[in-house]
């Protein structure tokens, strides 16, 4: 009995060595490693905003110009522009990963809602009324271009909004919800801006900074 003890003790290693024998790959070559794993990694990018041209190219210095308004002795006049052209498109890009987050993408005077349009000596509101100046954006009016194969499914353009100081000191320009792809990036062009140019505005060129902001 002692003995066959002894025996099946000396045998389990035997087993063992013989099963781990079986299982490493190219086990006629017990020491030597002729293969490898390659790993890569993509990581989530974030939500952002930029101005590109028709080259999609960042463009340096955006700009919108205006409609020239003729001075006026008694009438407020609208001047009016265009945000977002083909050689200056709003580009969304959400590089996010995960689950959808829903965004926004707004504009605001970049300088606060205090900011003036100044011109020369003068300056003008964008957001009182139109006796001192306001500025109104409308970007239901605009154009939507998905890029690369993604679609326009949960992203909104924002209604006709005008600035008031306090109240409303940015505007939409597009929301997007859950349902919007995730990563997903669009073009966006052609909202509508109108500044109310109030009676007796000095003759000048008039500037504001704007900012828009992807949140
Ligand atoms: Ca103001």
């Known amino acids: 009995m002692k003995l066959l003890d002894k025996q099946k003790v000396i045998a389990l290693p035997m087993l063992l060595a013989s099963m ?5 790959p190219g086990a ?32 340096g210095s955006p700009t ?17 522009g265009t945000l977002g052209t083909s050689s200056q ?3 969304l890009s959400n590089a996010r990963g995960g689950a959808a987050v829903a965004w926004t993408l707004t504009m605001a005077a970049t300088g606060g809602n205090t900011t003036l349009w100044t011109g020369g000596a003068g300056t003008l509101d964008f957001n009182s009324n139109s006796s001192a100046g ?12 998905p890029t690369n194969s993604y679609t326009s499914t949960g992203v909104t353009k924002g209604s006709s ?15 997007g919800s859950t349902s919007a792809s995730q990563p997903g990036r ?22 504001i900074g704007m900012t828009l902001t992807a949140t």
């Open 20 to 24: 781990a024998w079986l299982f490493i």
């Open 28 to 59: 006629n070559v017990a020491l030597a490693s002729n293969a490898t794993t390659l790993s890569t990694t993509v990581n989530a990018g974030t939500l952002g905003v930029d101005i590109v041209d028709a080259g999609n190219v960042t463009v």
């Open 64 to 80: 919108v110009t205006f409609g020239a308004v003729t001075f006026n002795f008694d009438t407020a006049q609208n001047a009016t």
């Open 89 to 91: 498109k709003i580009r």
């Open 134 to 145: 306001q500025l109104t954006v409308d970007p239901s009016v605009g154009t939507l271009t």
């Open 161 to 175: 909004t005008a600035f008031v100081q306090g109240t409303t000191d940015s505007v939409t320009i597009l929301s």
């Open 186 to 207: 669009w073009d966006y062009i052609g909202a509508s801006l109108s500044e109310s140019i109030p009676a007796l505005t000095q003759a000048a060129t008039y500037t």
